[in-house]
């Protein structure tokens, strides 16, 4: 764990609604109806910003994903919350030291 790690603690208790911020956004406590939408919006966060992801861990608990160049530190990290189905972020690493991927999809 770096200083840059944001971690929060937490039951998943309520949906985070904030209208300020944009629909693929990604933040300690965001919460997603299920893993799989939990994993489609960290793939569209990825197109958006032009980086290429990697899941690490998917399970019934948990779906774990870092950023696919070697030595970038982006990493999230999402858990199933006690009503057993919906996901909430619960530690995220939003910094990225890779340069992207260009339009053709090389690093």
Known sequence: MTN???????MCEG?????????????VGSRFE???????VIR???IIHNFDITIKASDKSRVIAT????GCPWRIRGSLCS???SFEV???NPTHLCHGV???GNK
């Open 90 to 92: 619960k530690k995220l």
């Open 15 to 27: 949906i985070l609604d904030n209208p300020d911020l944009e629909e693929n956004t990604l933040i």
């Open 83 to 85: 009503d057993g189905h």
């Open 4 to 10: 840059n790690d944001i971690i929060v603690g937490g």
């Open 67 to 70: 950023c696919s160049y070697r």
């Open 102 to 104: 260009n339009i053709i």
């Open 44 to 46: 569209s966060n990825a």
């Open 34 to 40: 299920d893993s799989f939408s939990f994993k489609q």
